[in-house]
């Protein structure tokens, strides 16, 4: 009884109670099962559908995910890759759902720092097991329930030497880190936080660190740099940015070519080969074959594009096209613009991408790097709301080079994530009502 009395705190004023208790159950089981986290945001998504003041269309910001359904949904029926386009809508249209029915439990700062830390809870699975497969030869299949949970974990990592942890591949695994990494660092920084809480975290932020690294994905690396200007905020740039350039400069000229041979050794003997070899990867370029690189892919995508510009070839026709016009199989284009385009055409993905972005764009103007979000909610909810912000930044700068939404925990997740940003602006508008509301009080009793 305790515990849901405790897991009641937070909840926003026009969200179920119930549907809060699993939202939170859902964000903790998430990153351990799809399977169990998926059934307790089924719970929240009904009960977050229900008994809200204005229906879906009515929010502008859901208009675009309306139009993308309907043309997503014409397209299936000239798609070429069949009965697959249907089933691919499952990646989209029940989401453009979800982004509007979370939006309940994330319309307060104080609800989206727990739901963070919640996150970043639920992570520790992700970094022990993974510590262990690399440390120590766990692997599995792990059973759990008589089987209805099993984790597949291979020993030393998928690939090989590389942790992945909970998930199937390396590349996934450092994905969900990076994205987590920003609230783990705005729990890290959060003033006010006992003694004995903050080694906790900080003990989990050092493994955290570790496990991201040893993902060996370089995606995974640039958000573990990126985050920590855009958690630590604008302010603090005049004395970090110069600091980050004096670090990384040495990691620079070990790994670009063209750099002088002396310059270039001797920030090899400071920078790790595991590093700058992985970052230059020029090693490796005469083993890989012209269509197994991320050019080649990008490349056929936009020749797919252009000759079925408007409603595309269909979900999933990359992986069937790509084998008939290269000889070689690869799943996706490594790029969510561009699968977009060759899967459901030029508007639908520029409505969703501009859906996006316009979110980011948003928070962006209304303060949330700035110190007008301390004045808003405090320094601790702004520093998670800045960590709000830059998970859903890398979250799609990942998605430029790679395709992790892919992974249904990381799609569900990133959802959530634009889901928080809508609540942001809200909040931002509501405050900015109010002071206005309060001025002219102010100047109404100066007339009188």
């Known amino acids: 009884m305790n515990a ?4 009641l705190k937070g909840r926003p004023a026009l969200s179920d109670a119930r549907g809060w208790v699993a939202f939170q159950a859902g964000l903790f089981l998430l990153p ?3 399977f169990l986290g998926g059934l307790f945001f089924i719970v929240s998504l009904v009960l977050g559908s229900c008994g809200r003041p204005k229906p879906f269309w009515a929010d502008r910001w859901n208009w675009p995910f309306l139009i993308a359904a309907f043309l997503m949904l014409l397209g299936c029926f000239t798609a070429y890759s069949g009965w697959l386009a249907f089933i691919g809508l499952g990646n989209w249209i029940p989401f453009f759902w979800a982004f509007w029915a979370f939006q309940p439990y994330l319309l307060t700062g104080v609800a989206r720092r727990r739901c963070a830390l919640w996150l970043v809870a639920g992570s520790v699975p992700v970094v022990i097991t993974g510590l262990g497969q690399l440390w120590l030869g766990w692997q599995g299949p792990w059973e759990l329930f008589g089987g209805l949970i099993v984790w597949f974990m291979a020993a030393g990592g ?6 992945s942890g909970l998930f199937d591949y390396a590349n996934i695994a450092g994905a969900w880190l990076a994205l987590v990494w920003p ?12 003694r004995r809480f903050r080694s906790l975290v900080f003990l989990l932020t050092c493994l955290m660190v570790i496990a991201l690294v040893l993902t060996n994905s370089r995606n995974a690396w640039g958000g573990l740099i990126f985050a920590v200007p855009f958690v630590l905020g604008s302010a603090s740039w005049t004395w970090l940015l110069p600091l980050f350039a004096l670090f990384l400069l040495p990691v620079v000229c070990a790994t670009l070519p063209g750099i002088p041979l002396d310059l270039q050794n001797w920030s090899r003997e400071f920078v790790p080969e595991s590093i700058w070899s992985r970052l230059n990867d020029m090693q490796y370029s005469h083993q890989r074959a012209l269509a197994s690189t991320r050019l080649s892919q990008w490349g056929v995508a936009i020749k797919l594009f252009l000759e079925r510009p408007w409603l595309g070839w269909g979900a999933a026709a990359f992986s069937v096209l790509y084998p008939l016009r290269t000889g070689q199989w690869h799943g996706h284009a490594h790029n969510l613009p561009l699968e977009l385009t060759v899967s459901h055409g030029f508007l639908v993905a520029l409505l969703l991408v501009g859906v996006i972005l316009g979110l980011l ?4 103007r209304w303060g949330v790097l700035s110190q007008v979000a301390i004045k808003q909610n405090g320094a601790s909810i702004a520093f998670f709301d800045r960590a709000w912000w830059t998970a859903t930044f890398i979250l799609v700068l990942l998605h430029g080079a790679d395709m992790p939404f892919f992974d249904s925990r990381i799609n569900l997740v990133g959802w959530i994530l634009l889901a928080g940003l809508r609540c942001m602006i809200l909040e931002y508008q509501m405050f900015q009502n109010s002071q206005i509301e309060l001025v002219d009080d102010v100047q109404s009793i100066a007339h009188v």
């Open 183 to 194: 609230f783990c660092l705005a729990a890290l920084l959060q003033p006010g936080l006992r």
């Open 158 to 163: 998928e690939p090989s030497g590389r942790l």
């Open 4 to 7: 849901l009395v405790w897991m």
């Open 361 to 364: 764009i948003t928070t962006l």
């Open 32 to 34: 351990s099962s799809a």
